[in-house]
Nanobody, 124 residues
Framework: QVQLVESGGGVVQAGATLRLSCTAS????????MGWFRQVPGKEREFVAS????????SYLDSVKDRFTISRDSVKKTTFLQLSSLKPEDTAVYYC?????????????????WGQGTQVTVSS
């Protein structure tokens, strides 16, 4: 079973940029899609972005689509999420997970093998 490790989170001021990474531990890694989600205490995990691994097609949450960019490096087995123009409401733990053929799915049920998450905190 593949393990995923997220990194790149931190404490930043509003307007800053962060680049999150999600690296797979498996010797080979070729999922149908990869997704990034985020969660704040007391709320459900929320879809942020996803990418179809074979061709790079992407899907975004409306509130982040002009500020966040998802990408992948299949050689490094790493999926990235660049967060720009960060806002306090972006504060959350960010998780990645491989998904299925419906790469634009916003449902956590379509993703599996979640990483441990990386904390992003944005101060005003």
């Amino acid at each position: 079973q593949v393990q995923l490790v997220e990194s790149g989170g931190g404490v930043v001021q509003a307007g800053a940029t962060l680049r999150l990474s999600c690296t797979a531990s498996a010797s080979t890694f070729n999922p149908e899609s990869m997704g990034w989600f985020r969660q704040v205490p007391g709320k459900e995990r929320e879809f942020v972005a996803s990418i179809k691994y074979s061709n790079g097609f992407t899907s975004y949450l409306d509130s982040v689509k002009d500020r966040f960019t998802i990408s992948r490096d299949s050689v490094k087995k790493t999926t990235f999420l660049q967060l720009s123009s960060l806002k306090p409401e972006d504060t959350a733990v960010y998780y990645c997970a491989p998904g299925g053929p419906v790469f634009y799915s916003h449902s956590t049920a379509d993703y599996r093998n979640w990483g441990q998450g990386t904390q992003v905190t944005v101060s005003s």
